[in-house]
């Protein structure tokens, strides 16, 4: 793809998201990259995307639930992002009209996403971002995607698949379990878990839980890009 192109940029914080993405996307007209779940790495990757040419910004992956009303595999579109950083970033009002029809036939949940810096451990933690900012879910690089695209005055859009449901923690084996590149720690995260082997029916059903996501994203991906294609006649 040459700078002159128009693409969409894709940042997902992980590679087997990044996978979802371009399983079931036309790979010709997307820019993608991967954070490793973090939101500083996310927003380099955007003002370069940016800079060569991005018609849009798309964050896309799975996250963690604060709606307790969500469960794994629910895709929520972010039509604004709160960030830890205390930034308010909207998105695009054409871009989450173009997919208005799929968010009515599918009785999508729409609303906003939290951007946190940090892994959020304990449905505590989990219940109060909800309360406090009513934010339906929570993931590590969706602000960072929002704030070079607002740098860039590039338009933004958040569509995130659940994964760990509002009244789950998260294992203390799968906190660090996210490198730099995006791809799982194996190997050290089980070594954690065997200090501690209650923790393996957790990471067993984090799996499931992320499992369930990765397919919804495969799954409605698809037609909600091939629309978003056509606001930029790509």
């Not at 690089?141 to 740098?151: D, K």
């Not at 499992?211 to 091939?226: I, N, V």
Request: glycine fraction near 10%.
């Amino acid at each position: 793809m040459t700078q002159t192109d128009k693409f969409i940029a894709v940042i997902c914080g992980l590679k087997t998201e990044a996978q979802a993405v371009l399983s079931v996307v036309d790979v010709s007209k997307i820019e993608i990259a991967v954070s490793g779940a973090n939101a500083e790495r996310a927003a380099e990757h955007g003002r370069i995307l940016c800079h060569n040419g991005a018609a849009a910004v798309i964050s896309v992956g799975i996250s963690g639930g604060l709606d307790p009303s969500l469960t794994p595999g629910d895709l929520v579109i972010g039509d604004r992002v709160i960030g830890d950083d205390g930034g308010r970033y909207e998105s695009d009002r054409y871009l989450l009209g173009a997919i208005q029809k799929d968010i009515d036939a599918r009785g999508l949940r729409t609303g906003a996403i939290f951007g946190s810096d940090d892994v959020i451990k304990t449905a505590s933690k989990k219940a109060a971002l909800f309360q406090n900012h009513e934010t339906l879910a929570v993931d590590m690089e969706s602000h960072g995607a929002a704030r070079a695209a607002a740098e860039n005055s590039v338009p933004f859009l958040a569509i995130r698949a659940i994964a760990d449901p509002a009244d789950r923690a998260l294992p203390a084996a799968a906190i660090n379990a996210i490198a730099p590149d995006g791809s799982t720690r194996m190997l050290a995260t089980l070594g954690a878990a065997m200090l501690n082997p209650g923790q393996f029916p957790q990471l067993m059903k984090l799996g499931g839980d992320s499992a369930a996501a990765l397919k919804t994203l495969r799954r409605d991906l698809g037609p909600l890009f091939r629309r978003l294609f056509l606001v930029f006649d790509l």
